[in-house]
Nanobody, 118 residues
Framework: QVQLVESGGGLVQPGESLRLSCAASGFTFGNYIMSWYRQAPGKERELVASITHVVGTTNYADSVQGRFTISRDTAKNTLYLQMNSLKPEDTAVYYC???????????WGQGTQVTVSS
């Protein structure tokens, strides 16, 4: 049974940091491209950052470039998102995604709420 379980969300003030984690199980973590998406109220879900499974190439949305860092620990089957200098516009539900290239295999977590407010 595939599971992606996010944690680490919460309420923080502008300028503060959070680290999200996504614990993966039920599939071969090292074979999947892993990503973080987010969805704010009334908006579509958007890609925040992704990391490939072999070389570990990363990709970021322009809005988070230089503030967020995605990483993965294959030994722990865990994906991370370090979020620094948080802004109110980063407020959203953050979702973990696992996708295997060239297949229809695509899994989602339940999401974790991040709220940035003074």
């Amino acid at each position: 049974q595939v599971q992606l379980v996010e944690s680490g969300g919460g309420l923080v003030q502008p300028g503060e940091s959070l680290r999200l984690s996504c614990a993966a199980s039920g599939f071969t973590f090292g074979n999947y491209i892993m990503s973080w998406y987010r969805q704010a109220p009334g908006k579509e879900r958007e890609l925040v950052a992704s990391i490939t499974h072999v070389v570990g190439t990363t990709n970021y949305a322009d809005s988070v470039q230089g503030r967020f860092t995605i990483s993965r620990d294959t030994a722990k089957n865990t994906l991370y998102l370090q979020m620094n200098s948080l802004k109110p516009e980063d407020t959203a539900v953050y979702y973990c995604n696992a996708r295997r290239r060239a297949t229809a295999l695509n899994y989602w977590g339940q999401g974790t709420q991040v709220t940035v407010s003074s």
